[in-house]
């Protein structure tokens, strides 16, 4: 969290939106010519915040490792 702080202490909110149209377009031209995009998604639950994401990997190794089977 503290790193958001940060990041929004220097930058405005105008220069996300910006950042944002400018990998909208890219991503239009990069799909041009496609139908769908598919993105891998993980039956996790979200993490908090300024949690690490090595604790969703860990939660997930252990789930793998009980069932035989991502979940």
Avoid: V
């Amino acid at each position: 969290m503290a790193d958001a702080r940060a990041a929004a202490a220097t930058h405005r909110h105008l220069d996300g939106i910006r950042a944002e149209s400018r990998i909208q377009a890219e991503l239009a031209a990069a799909m041009k010519g496609f139908d769908a995009l598919l993105c891998p998604a993980s039956a996790i639950p979200a993490l908090e915040a300024d949690a690490s994401h090595l604790t969703a990997l860990s939660w997930m190794a252990h789930r793998w490792s009980t069932t035989g089977r991502p979940t």
